[in-house]
């Protein structure tokens, strides 16, 4: 398998309705060839969120969960911080929690 070049982050703030569709569009471009990582963060969700994103990383090993001290909301600027002080790739995309990806190819020259 190659190693990842490519980290997706998405940030969740009560975004339960959105994200099953959301992450799973991620997941299933997930292949050996095209690996890549996704952090999402929670900001605190009072709703579901947290519960799916967590049902996520333990489906797909490349997906990891990430919170606040407490699982406080913290605003958008510091789970974009908590994310991007996470990726250990080169290479950054963002996705909004309530969007979903296309099928997307990239290589990486």
């Known amino acids: 398998?190659?190693?990842?070049?490519?980290?997706?982050?998405?940030?969740?703030?009560?975004?339960?309705?959105?994200?099953?569709?959301?992450?799973?569009s991620l997941c299933q471009q997930w292949t050996q060839?095209?690996?890549?990582?996704?952090?999402?963060?929670?900001?605190?969700?009072k709703d579901d969120s947290l519960n799916i994103i967590h049902s996520f990383s333990q489906k797909y090993p490349f997906l990891s969960?990430?919170?606040?001290?407490?699982?406080?909301?913290?605003?958008?600027?510091?789970?974009?911080?908590?994310?991007?002080n996470a990726v250990n790739t080169p290479w950054v995309a963002f996705l909004e929690s309530d969007d979903i990806s296309d099928i997307l190819r990239f290589s990486v020259i």
Do not use: Q, R
């Not at 398998?1 to 799973?24: A, D, H, Q, R």
């Not at 969960?65 to 991007?84: D, F, Q, R, V, Y």
């Open 33 to 45: 060839e095209n690996p890549f990582n996704i952090i999402v963060v929670d900001d605190g969700s």
């Open 1 to 24: 398998m190659k190693t990842p070049e490519l980290t997706y982050i998405v940030t969740s703030y009560n975004y339960g309705k959105f994200l099953n569709e959301n992450l799973e």
């Open 65 to 84: 969960l990430l919170t606040h001290p407490g699982n406080k909301n913290e605003g958008l600027i510091n789970s974009m911080k908590l994310a991007i």
